[in-house]
């Protein structure tokens, strides 16, 4: 017994020579037809060796009693219908077995030792096996007999001689395409049974019979390689045999249909990749999975004895199927992956979108809330200054002054607070045009501000919180500007309506590489955030206004807060 397990052992480790021994026990069981208890055992050793060369399953792998009673039913069922037809069969199916195994071999010299040993089994096939079972009544011509029993061990020798790659002989090595291994079966099914119809049919002799057969199928052939391809005018026969594989069926299809709407519905990425992934149950090969992304890990459905990796960046998924995967299912369940893996990076980068513009809001807001603060703490130092004049004939006029200021100075700060409370709140109300005017002049009396109005009528309503935001960051820009240039003289003008709002100084021009950025984005600033003038002209925006710098010449700045049109409102 020790001795069989090791003999066993080392043919398996060489996967070279467990081909050419079954091959050599096949010729056997072909040759000794006369004797059918030898040839019946020397096809029982050949099947031994063909179960340790087969590439279902490993070797190694220890057969339990539902293996071992179906190789049972098997041996008993070759016993019983031992004969030639059994034997074709046989052969064509390990034929195919061969000829799949081909088209994984890029290793010239193993490639061409696979291909003798398919040549042996057609031989084997077409010179020994259907002779014997064409009727009695059709010609079979010369028999070829003797030449397949001692011309057919020089294919056995010539594959002993051939040098094979280094990963040939190693165990589980040989690969078999059974899309390519059933489409051989079939045509050498066709040959064989072509073959017999043509004899019947027409009374032809069996190589006249094999020959046209062969003919017929190149013909076949040949027409399905011409309308294959795709030409200018007609769709090949590719382009629906690649959709067939690419979906096989619709479950694939339905899959990723509920993939996107998925997608659409559930913006947190964990609870997407977690959904997505059970969906996967719905698969007719999926028993369950696992699946590790970042910190993240999950489970779905349950575990089963074939299981298949599909590693990713950052999502690594581990699947466990039925059955055995296929290659080809392998290939489509790693893009059903790397599909949940992008659209789970989508998830992640749309939530850091929307982490970073929840802090833009938060910047923005407190941006905009110190920059008011900044210029009612402005207003507060002009008071102070004045109540540090001398007392006289400028103390009644002080008292007035701080008897107006000091209320709109309160109702800022109020307003200030609630745009803390309700960062998203801009509205603020509105005021007649007439009242907003007089408390802007008010505010800015004693300073070289002149204010120019015309014909505002009574019932003329100012957005209060728009204005006071973009008069108080203009008139503050152009005073700062007056502290380092003499003699400047700031002109606040309203016209008619109510509809455009213009504020001009007699200052210096806007440098261009400011100006190229101003009221489109925070700008740098020697005195303040440099953000004022632009959270002005978003906050325009979203009121249906217009801020601009319309004039930029040495002596004359000036800005424009205009209402839009109806027909000129940005869109939503």
Known sequence: MALLQGLADTLRQRQRWLLIALLVFLHLALLADTDKLLSMLCWLVHLGLF?????????????????????????????????????????????????????????????????????????????????????????????????????????????????????????????????????????????????????????????????????????????????WNTRPGFTGIDVFFSRYLLTIGLPFENWLHRLTTLAGSESHPEKFLSQALEEMLELPWVEGGSWVAGTRSGTFGTESRFHQDFPGQPLRLALHTRHKLSPALVWHFHLLAQLANEHYIAKLRARELQQVSYLRAIHETGARLTHDVKNMLQSLNNLCYL?????????????????RQLPQITQRLQQTLAKLQKPQSEAGGELPAEMWWKI???????????????????????????????????LQNALLKGQSESDLQVRVSLEAGASVLSVCDSGSAISDEIAGDLLRAPVVSESGLGIGLYHAAQQAESCGYELRLVCNQPGKVCFELRRLDSTTLPKA
């Open 387 to 403: 109540a540090q004049t001398p007392a006289g004939q400028e103390g009644k006029r002080l008292d007035l002054l701080l008897q």
């Open 51 to 227: 179960i340790l060369w087969q590439p279902f399953i490993h070797a190694e792998r220890r057969v339990d009693f539902s293996g071992l009673l179906v190789i049972t039913l098997v041996l008993v069922g070759g016993i019983g219908f031992y004969g030639w037809w059994l034997l074709i069969v046989w052969v064509v199916m390990l034929a195919a077995l061969v000829g799949g195994r081909v088209m994984f071999v890029d290793h010239r010299p193993t490639r061409i030792f696979y291909l003798i040993a398919f040549a042996y089994l057609l031989a084997a096939l077409l010179f020994w096996l259907v002779p014997r079972v064409v009727p009695s009544t059709a010609s079979v011509g010369p028999s070829l007999d003797r030449e397949f029993a001692w011309a057919m061990p020089v294919f056995l020798l010539a594959m002993t001689l051939l040098p094979l790659s280094r990963d040939s002989d190693r165990p589980g090595s040989g690969m078999v395409d059974l899309f390519y291994s059933l489409f051989i079966f079939l045509l050498i099914a066709v040959m064989v049974l072509g073959s017999l119809a043509f004899m019947l049919l027409r009374q032809s002799g069996y190589l006249e019979a094999v020959l046209n057969t062969l003919m017929s199928m190149a013909l076949l052939l040949l027409l399905i390689g011409w309308t």
């Open 440 to 474: 802007q002049q008010q505010r800015y009396a004693g300073l070289s501000v002149s204010f120019v109005a015309t014909d505002l009528g009574p019932d003329v309503l100012v957005p209060l919180t728009l204005f006071d935001s973009v008069t108080d960051n203009l």
